[in-house]
């Protein structure tokens, strides 16, 4: 752990419990809003799985730092990724953000948190040498503060109030994402339709070898890492007025639109209003896949029951529901309007660009370098800046953190395109 003066400059420079309660208090300028939820789910393959979680405290001990966690993991080929990620991301989201942080500071580090969460789960879960994959559609609930990562497609959407709806998530499916076909073909995999006797093709685009129809997942280790587990990642803040998630694995997307199932859910209550969102989905298309959906309720202080929402007609409000994103910097607060503030908005598949950018003065309090995915100690010649060798940046600092292991920096060239993935596939 280093010389002895190192260990008193590290414990130095630790935060009292105490000293942290009280910040986390003083930096609570709003009332917190009340979440409530319900889940609804009908199984075909028995491969959809679900988190909710209400009991997460920023700061231990402190039930003033609370925030919630809801997630849906949509499974394929097994059970065994969507099992695994329920279990273990959130753990590894968490381990990726420094300790000591205000609420604001927590919350800007998330962004980049949640991506190396990711990646390490995926990383972790490829090693038990299982074939399965999953979607994963993540969110953290913080006060007024939304916070949304995803990969494949399950999806995420915010009804408000005033009965707009916008999407949270990015579908990461070939047959609608030409931006994702063409990293994936960039990156060594081919894009096509399944070919069946006579030539002809057959179903929705997928990629080769493997036959995956999705761009991004947690798994599918006999697909080839240019199908990544790099999410895209939205961070909004909501006004006061609160407003209703819809979080739900592709069953009730293929059946349904966003608007549409906002709609059939207005006016109830989150448990009844996730079944019901359900049940339309199964009267539109039948059971023909796991169909699973969480309604989250954000609702300000001292509304005991959320009132029903009278939709209107679209109109140019709907337009300026988001800026444009702003992966670095909070927009503009569009309480001309209403609706939320974006903070933050990055869905790239390039690790370096998702990770950051960090002053590297030195060795970190421990008198050793972290790797930002894997979280291991690293001595200082042993970690390799996340911008070596990057060549989709014009300012790449090689000498500049974050900075990986060896094993993280092969899996980020795999996902690159920069190396075989060595995957072999019979």
Known sequence: ???????????????????????????????????????????KKGEDYFMMKTDCQRVPGNPSSSFSVFAIFDGHNGNAAAVFSRDYLLVHVLSAIPRGLGRDEW????????????????????????TSGTTATFVIVDGWTVTVASVGDSRCILDTQGGDVAILTVDHRLEE??????????????????????GAEVGPLRCWPGGLCLSRSIGDMDVGEFIVPVPYVKQVKLSNVGGRLIIASDGIWDALSSEMAAKSSRGLPAELAARQVVKEALRTRGLKDDTTCIVVDIIPPETVVQPSITPKKYNKL????????????????????????ELFEEGSAMLAERLGSEDSNGPSMSGLFICAVCQVDLGASEGISVHAGAI?????KPWQ???????????KDAMEGKRPSGVKVA
């Open 401 to 411: 953190g974050p900075f990986l292991c060896t094993d993280c920096r092969n899996k």
């Open 177 to 198: 994402n030409a931006e994702e076909r063409e990293r994936v073909t960039a990156s060594g995999g081919e894009v096509g339709r399944l070919s069946i006797f006579g």
């Open 107 to 130: 919350l800007q580090a998330l962004p980049r948190a949640l991506v190396a969460g990711f990646v390490k789960t995926d990383k972790e879960f490829q090693r038990r040498g299982q």
């Open 1 to 43: 752990m280093g010389s002895r003066e190192e260990r008193h400059r590290y414990n130095h420079d630790l935060v009292p419990l105490a000293a942290l309660i009280s910040r986390e208090m003083r930096n609570e300028k709003m009332e917190k809003p009340t979440v409530r939820y319900g889940c609804a789910a009908q199984s």
């Open 392 to 396: 989709f940046s014009t300012s790449s």
């Open 318 to 341: 709907q337009a300026l529901l988001f800026r444009k994103k702003s992966a670095t910097k909070p927009s503009k607060k569009l309480s001309a309007v209403g609706i939320v503030e």
